[in-house]
């Protein structure tokens, strides 16, 4: 969990941005840094926290772009005063997808590992090849038919986690739903070939093109989870306000 600052620079080395990100999330969420307050430098936090400008710069920058902080040139940078207003999107959930065409809904988790990120999943939780992550794979039934195949990754580091046997009757969308002030904060559509335990669960074969959704879900401008789910051939996805 993040935590406010420490007591002074001298106690304190943060060597990568999401580190100094975390640093000055703290800062903001403790009241230190109210809104509308105007935050030291990049250079002064540099030299506060033992880091390169350079880090300090691509934290802010994060922060900026999730609305949390307002840069502006010569005048400095400063926590919003008001709630961002750029776009999220709902937390879905398959039981819902699946509950609203009629049909019975069906959930197994089929596998839960710690485990090092995909080349995907480091980008998408922007942590470091050697981190340790959550791998929950799982599949979904409607009517006891194959709707949905799940692979959704879990950064422990980002937030409080269940024992991971909840996640044998909970899908790990639905506990993030239910429990945490999240939000999905990207949202992309693509069409893959099926493969191994993918193909398997989905009923088609190997190489059959499935429509492919990848989710990456943030609390407080940071990314705690990266789902990519599977459906089969002839899955239709409505959007609607």
């Known amino acids: 969990m993040m935590k406010p600052a420490g007591p002074g620079p001298a106690h304190r080395r943060l060597n990568t941005w999401q580190s100094v990100r975390a640093d000055v ?9 109210p809104p509308g307050a105007l935050i030291p430098t990049e250079q002064a936090l540099s030299v506060q926290m033992g880091c390169a400008r350079a880090t300090v710069n691509r934290a802010l920058r994060e922060l900026a772009d999730s609305g949390i902080i307002q840069r502006r040139r010569k ?3 400063r926590v919003s005063a008001t709630p961002s207003r750029r776009a999220t999107l709902s937390l879905p959930v398959i039981r819902d997808e699946i509950e609203t065409l009629g049909a019975a809904y069906g959930y197994q988790m089929t596998e839960c590992v710690t485990s090092k990120p995909s080349p995907q999943a480091m980008r998408a939780l922007q942590v470091d090849a050697d981190h340790d ?4 794979k799982s599949r979904f039934t409607a009517d006891d038919r194959p709707h ?6 879990l950064n422990p580091a980002a937030m409080e986690m269940p024992d991971t046997a909840v996640f044998s009757a909970e899908p ?6 239910r429990v945490l002030p999240v939000s999905q904060t990207r949202f992309t559509i693509l069409a ?8 398997c669960n989905l009923g088609v ?9 990848e989710r990456v879900n943030t609390l407080d401008a ?3 989870s990266y789902a990519r789910q599977f459906y089969p051939p002839g899955h239709r996805l409505v959007m609607e306000e």
Request: proline share 8%; with cysteine.
């Open 148 to 153: 949905c195949c799940e692979a959704i990754w």
């Open 192 to 199: 893959e070939a099926a493969s191994g335990s993918c193909a």
């Open 172 to 177: 790990p969308q639905e506990w993030l739903a």
């Open 222 to 224: 940071m990314p705690v």
């Open 133 to 136: 992550l959550i791998l929950v």
């Open 25 to 33: 999330l703290g800062r903001i969420r403790s009241g230190e840094w």
């Open 205 to 213: 074969d190997p190489g059959t093109p499935v429509m492919a959704i």
């Open 75 to 77: 005048v400095g940078t």
